[in-house]
């Protein structure tokens, strides 16, 4: 039986989400276009190529090769030397000129503060007078980028942060100390995208100092400070930014797409035409939507003729579902299973919001009951043993969603630190154009608790191979997505940046991945168990999936 098309239902997101909300909220105020300018000076000079040949600060103390190179972690904290006399007059001179920024203080610097440490270098990819635009390849680092061809802003954050990680792992201390000083001065939670990216790589690397036993030299609130993330704001501002930044962004609001579409269309065909009741449909909730991704669904199956579906169950499991990685946690007081089960009575349909632990999901309901496990950006840092366990509850449909390229397990903490910077660089960076460079409190909750990968000391899995290895190896094959699911999800997408695409490889059990300026961010993908007699979703038009 055809399933019905649900790219009619995503322009109603708006509305779905106000009705199941107690207070209402304006969601989308009108921008003002404010396009980011990368400061000239910046790739005029050499702060991030400075040869580390420097001994006059060597570290005394051996440091066991387990241990973080910097310091013992369970060392008295000692702080890093201090900023010459110099440095820091001049430092407090631009701090008392309120009108000396960014420029001033590049400027500044360039005039023998460092000068013992200046080398010649070879020209920075991109022109220091590259706005933020449309179009360029974006993503990717220095060198990946320039042979990936195409135009590139100028990424001057990374080229900061990426040498300081690199230093802590040398024990460099004086380098250290040095990029510390620089990014002190431009760091900031406001401006485009380097200059937050800036502070929020600052105040991770500042906590893994003080993991290791060291403090910061010149550390102010702003290194020592968490800033405010999910779990620390107030409630209301919690949603209100939660559902800002699926009207905005593609991030999320994406792949649920995806997800709903393809449950919906197992739902209706385990009902098999029937009329009257149909079977009860029990979603296990392991994401990060915290309840925003359920009404569209909800409304869509309210509006099925036949009634396929006779109750809703969604499960949100406690006790074993993997780590809170970010945008996985909720401030105290948060539930929205109340407001979602009001605004399931308001349009007829019987809803229950529940959590359980491991031993109430087991199998239980053969053949009562469509079993659906829904698994977005939490699976990663589970591991075999999560899958392991979705495998034994039977599932008649897995949906993992999950970052693309995050497994850096081994590779070193600088060289993690570098991959994670990129990927917050691709969400600040698509925030700027989701906001059209807008400040809202919103705003800089939802960029503080995306910063929280760069303080993650592993990684979160492997990409799309890495994944396809796990879900095989514990007795499930891939499945196609259909063709509604596609074109809703296609359809979804028109309607942001044009920066983003999708992204589907040949093949009836492809992937389907959400792309930001030519990089990949996250895939999405269904899979079944190997042994269960089903009917695959009709593969979708390949070459129509694709955007152009």
């Known amino acids: 039986m055809e399933a019905p098309n649900l790219s009619s239902h995503h322009v109603h997101n708006h509305h779905h989400l106000m009705d199941w909300l107690e207070d209402s909220i304006t969601f989308l105020p009108t921008f003002i276009n404010e396009p980011y300018v990368v400061p000239d000076e910046v790739a005029h000079y050499d702060w991030w190529s400075l040869e580390q040949n420097q001994t006059q600060h060597q570290i005394q103390a051996s440091v066991p090769a387990t241990a973080t190179p910097v310091a013992s972690a369970s060392a008295k904290p000692e702080p890093l030397p201090e900023t010459p006399k110099s440095e820091v007059s001049k430092k407090r001179k631009l701090a008392s000129n309120p009108t000396a920024g960014p420029r001033q203080r590049v400027a500044a610097e360039s005039q023998g503060e460092f000068e013992e440490e200046r080398k010649p270098t070879p020209p920075l990819l991109g022109s ?59 760091a900031s939670p ?30 102010s609130a702003s290194t ?89 169950r969604i499960t949100v499991p406690v006790g074993w579902a993997p780590a809170a990685g970010p945008f996985a946690a909720a ?30 999901l087991r199998r239980s309901s053969v053949g009562k009951e469509t079993l659906v496990v829904c698994v977005q950006f939490r699976a990663g840092r589970a591991g075999p043993g999560f899958v392991r366990m979705v495998r034994e509850m039977e599932p008649d449909l897995v949906v993992v969603v999950e970052m693309e390229g995050g497994g ?16 917050v660089w ?53 499945d196609g997505f259909g063709e509604e699911a596609v074109e809703a999800a296609k359809g979804l997408l028109r309607k942001y940046d044009g920066n983003w695409e999708m992204r589907v ?44």
Not at 230 to 256: C, D, G, M, Q, Y
Not at 264 to 281: D, I, S
Not at 408 to 423: C, K, L, Y
């Open 128 to 186: 220091g007078k590259k706005g933020y635009g449309r179009g360029n390849s974006g993503g990717g680092g220095g060198a990946a980028a320039a042979s990936a061809g195409g135009s590139k802003e100028v990424r001057w954050a990374e080229q900061l942060l990426n040498p300081l990680a690199a230093a802590i792992d040398a024990a460099n201390l004086s380098r250290v100390q040095h990029l510390l000083y620089v990014l002190q001065e431009l």
């Open 331 to 360: 401030p105290a007081g948060y539930d929205f299973g109340p407001h979602l089960m009001r605004y399931a009575k308001s349009i007829d349909l019987n809803l229950r919001v529940e959590r359980a632990d491991t031993a109430a």
């Open 505 to 548: 490889p040949c093949g009836a059990d492809a992937v389907v991945g959400l792309w930001w300026k030519g990089q990949p961010v996250s895939f999405c993908s269904l899979w079944r168990l190997e042994h269960r007699p089903t009917t695959s979703f009709p593969a979708a038009n390949t070459a129509a999936a694709r955007r152009n």
């Open 408 to 423: 850096w397990s081994g590779e070193g903490w600088a060289r993690g630190f570098e991959r994670r910077a990129e990927v």
């Open 224 to 312: 020592t400070t968490p800033p405010p993330a999910f779990a620390t704001v107030e409630p209301r501002l919690f949603r209100s930014a939660l559902i800002k930044f699926h009207e905005v962004s593609p991030w999320f609001a994406f792949p649920n797409c995806l997800a709903n579409a393809s449950i919906l269309q197992v739902a209706v065909a385990a009902a098999g035409g029937r009329a009257g009741p149909g079977r009860t449909l029990h979603v296990v909730d392991v994401g990060v939507s915290h309840g925003l991704q359920w009404p569209t669904l909800l409304e869509a199956l309210s509006r099925r003729a036949g009634a396929a579906v006779g109750t809703v």
């Open 190 to 219: 406001t401006g485009d995208a380097n200059h937050r990216l800036a502070f929020y790589g600052l105040h991770a690397i500042s906590r893994h100092l003080s993991n290791a036993g060291l403090s910061v030299p010149g550390g």
């Open 426 to 478: 691709r969400f600040l960076e698509s925030t700027s154009a989701a906001f059209k460079g807008k400040d809202c409190e919103e705003r800089r909750v939802v960029e503080a608790e995306a910063a929280r990968w760069l303080e993650e000391e592993e990684g979160w899995g492997g990409g799309t191979d890495e994944w396809r290895e796990m879900m095989e190896g514990a007795g499930f094959r891939a």
